[in-house]
């Protein structure tokens, strides 16, 4: 089994330890308090952290040598059999998104856009935006990204190979291309972030759809039509994985006429949607988060509230559509800006 | 004398509304479960009260059987004419005749079903609802209250026969009688404090009269409803889980159920928990209290609450629930039946474990679950066997599995729920004697000619 990839020397000579100084759920009194935390967790040794940690990956991004903390702070919680969630609820999980067997060798062609495990999300690949894509999808090529939420580093490296192995003897081996487009976040964030963190070999090129979407609105320009509507964004746990995406999504508001409004909870203070919260049993952590999210939303008078993540779409879209705004996939979004 | 009685029949009820064709008396003599068919000599629908009285009296003057009947949709062969006769067909009795907001119940003909009340309430009187089984729409409110089924709001309110309100019944012998308030006053509000005479035609599988009219309670129909789906891993821990949960009295409606399809469930225990409220803090006030209830299972980490987002909750919001008629068609060739024990909430693991064994050992596709009954007083624990009735073995494997459950049933305390023939001697063998004496003494009474669905409730 590959070890994460982390360098205990590093953080013992770090003067910030902003990966929980930055913490938005779990508080310390000054650095040194974190600093103890932080090194008891690099040792193996038990840790406040490792029972409060909301799992929302932040500290991922905050880390400015990227020295890995979140996924050695999962890996910590495993091996110390931490539950994060009850017993029940995360082996129903484990079995529910397991790899079925239910996949066939399909003929693909490029740009092969991978859903995930979201089946009804496919029909979100259409219109000029995807324009002679493949789509594939299922429970055999999930990403498997969430068992960070649940102590379940073993299940990563178990079954991600395996999705991997997957997507190339199934689709993409004999595909014209070598490129997946992960509509998914937490896709991209698998097969960059984590597989190099954790040594797993990815032989395909993995693109992020915002920078397919990027791409693509400058080969559609003409078909613009600006949208000119405020719009607030909801930034998911995942795209701590890959902040330099984040960027680029405001050049794709940009193209399409949509103004991101600044708001409190958004970028590198971004607030966990209160998904995972629920599944931990921290209920009423996640309605404050909710009503966090959605008065700062509310407070900036915009028209959509776009989400990246289908989870946090399931989770926020009904509290947000009722409050009067709504609720839109960044894809769905652009391709309201060219007709679709 | 059937060609007689037809004739007579058809005097009371006009031509169109009875039938003794063969292909009208082949539909007639059974129902979807196993219990093998009994054809009766003539179906007869009634309009009303008076022609309900009628065909009464008729079979008794030509001293031929007479089965009432809903929906037909028992499942155990309640409405099967086991000694031939009539089958008296309550649908065109479909009326509801009043809703009371202000005291909240509604009164209703006996063969009104389930789906017209709901899509009654819904448009005229938003603000109220009433307590739905999982049965088909077309299944009738008299049945059901009948059988003592219960439903939507069982947690809330009881039984369905505990939110019945009075009666109006044809007696075997012909007369009408009214049964609660509506017998003193004009209001049906309710059976107290008289002396109760309902009881007299609940759980009698229509040996001791003919329902025509009935009051039911209806309830607040709230704006906003969730869903809590509870999920353990112990059976012998849920007693105490069911205990907590219906402490808090806020739930409507509370329904564990195990199944090993999807592959995911198998071996998880689940309780899904109904709830509704006025304004969505109330809501989340009620969940708060629903969850601190079993918070030390949830610390301990041996249960806990399925996170399902608001998009995944409305398949355990819809009412009737599409699961079990999911389950119902597993097998295809449209066969289902179930035995409902009605037990203390104690007995919940043995009666989980009995479902095991017995689906192992008959090799049958099982869906196993209950309905808590008030605040966990009782629970009716249901055995679904679904089985191709196009299938021979299949049907005979279902039976032989509803037969041993009954006997497991009855063996840990439990009582078979709207009992099938076979399973009425099963009890009857446990019944204290006296009880049963006194049983056939009333029906005698009623019933002087032995007229009302004879073969049912009879050594």
Known sequence: ?340 | MTTDLITRLEKIVGPRFVSGAAEERYLYSMDQGTMPPSEPDVVVMPANTEEVQQVVRLANELKVPIVPMGAGLVLSGLTRALRGGIILDMKRMNHIIEVNPQSRYAVIEGGAAQGMLKSYLKKHHPQLKHSMPDAPPIATLAGNICIHGSGHLSVLGGSHSDMLTGMEVVLPSGEIVRTGSCSVAGEWFGRSPLPDLSGLFLGWSGTTGIVTKLGIKLFPSYKHNDVLVFVAEDADQMPDMISKLTSTQVAEDMTPWMTPKPDWAKGFLHINIAYGAHTKKELTFKRNLLQASVKKYIDDKVAGFLPLPAPQKGRFLQIPSPDLVRFADLRKGGGFEYVGAIMAIEHFPQAYRAGLEIAEKYNVSYSLGARIIGAGHSMMFFFAYAFNRADAEDVKRASDALEATNTAALAMGGIPWKAEQPAQQQIIDQMDPETFALMGRIRSVLDPNGIMNPGNWEK
């Open chain 1, 1 to 340: 089994m590959n070890s994460i990839k982390f360098d205990p020397d590093v953080c013992v000579n770090c003067e910030t330890i902003d990966c929980l100084m930055k913490c938005q759920y779990v508080s310390f009194k000054d650095v040194a308090e974190a600093r103890d935390e932080k090194l008891k967790i690099n040792d193996g040794k038990d840790s406040r952290v490792l029972e409060e940690c909301l799992t929302c990956y932040a500290c991922q991004e905050y880390c400015p040598v990227d020295n890995n903390p979140f996924f050695l702070l999962v890996e910590r919680q495993e091996e110390k059999g931490f539950l994060p969630a009850p017993r029940p609820i995360i082996e129903e999980q484990l079995r529910m998104m397991a790899p079925k067997g239910r996949i066939a060798k399909e003929t693909v062609s490029g740009p092969v856009v991978d859903m995930c495990a979201f089946p009804m999300l496919t029909g979100c690949v259409r219109g000029k935006l995807f324009e002679g894509a493949s789509t594939i999808v299922g429970t055999d090529i999930f990403c498997n990204i969430m068992w960070l939420h649940f102590a379940k580093n073993s299940t990563i490296r178990e079954r991600v190979p395996e999705m991997i192995d997957n997507i190339m003897s199934f689709y993409l081996a004999d595909a014209d291309t070598n490129e997946l487009v992960c509509f998914h976040d937490e896709c991209y964030g698998t097969y960059t972030s984590v597989a190099d963190a954790y040594g797993i070999n990815v032989p395909f090129k993995p693109i992020h759809q915002f920078d397919y979407y990027n791409q693509r609105l400058d080969v559609l320009k003409d078909k613009i039509t600006p949208i000119n509507a405020k719009i607030v964004y909801q930034r998911p746990c995942s795209n701590r994985l890959c902040p330099q995406t984040d960027p680029v999504l405001d050049e794709i508001f940009e193209k399409i006429g949509a103004e991101r409004v600044p708001r409190k909870y958004d970028r590198a203070n971004a607030l966990c949607c209160g998904g995972v919260p629920r599944a931990h049993q921290r209920d009423e952590l996640a309605d404050e988060l909710v009503d966090k999210n959605i008065n700062d939303m509310l407070s900036v008078g915009a028209t959509y509230c776009v989400f990246n993540c289908p989870f946090c779409m399931a989770t926020l879209g009904q509290e947000v559509a009722e409050q009067g705004l709504m609720p839109i996939l960044v894809s769905d979004l652009v391709q309201i800006a060219l007709g679709d």
